[in-house]
Nanobody
Framework: QVQLVESGGGVVQIGGSLRLSCAASGIRVDIFSSGWYRQAPGTQRELVAAFQVGGNTRYGDSVKGRFTISRDIVENTVYLQMNSLKPEDTAVYYC????????WGQGTQVTVSS
């Protein structure tokens, strides 16, 4: 049984940083692809970052250069380091392992305020 548990969200000021974690069980993050999505109220869920099979990474245009996806094989956890946060980054962030599957975590709220 696949379980994904996100954490690390919160309220941060413009320009601040947060690191989100996605602890996985029932699936190995070093074997399967993984991704982070976000959804703001009234919008569709959008891709933020993905770790593809083979190790290649992929980022949404709005976060390139600011966000970094990584993973810890020992902890079986996927991370999303978010720097230079903007108000438009405010959303609920979800991890998705394997990337493109129907397995999702419960989400973690990120709010960027002035």
């Amino acid at each position: 049984q696949v379980q994904l548990v996100e954490s690390g969200g919160g309220v941060v000021q413009i320009g601040g940083s947060l690191r989100l974690s996605c602890a996985a069980s029932g699936i190995r993050v070093d074997i399967f692809s993984s991704g982070w999505y976000r959804q703001a109220p009234g919008t569709q869920r959008e891709l933020v970052a993905a770790f593809q099979v083979g190790g290649n990474t992929r980022y949404g245009d709005s976060v390139k250069g600011r966000f970094t996806i990584s993973r810890d094989i020992v902890e079986n956890t996927v991370y999303l380091q978010m720097n230079s946060l903007k108000p438009e980054d405010t959303a609920v962030y979800y991890c998705n392992v394997p990337f493109g599957s129907d397995y999702w975590g419960q989400g973690t709220q990120v709010t960027v305020s002035s």
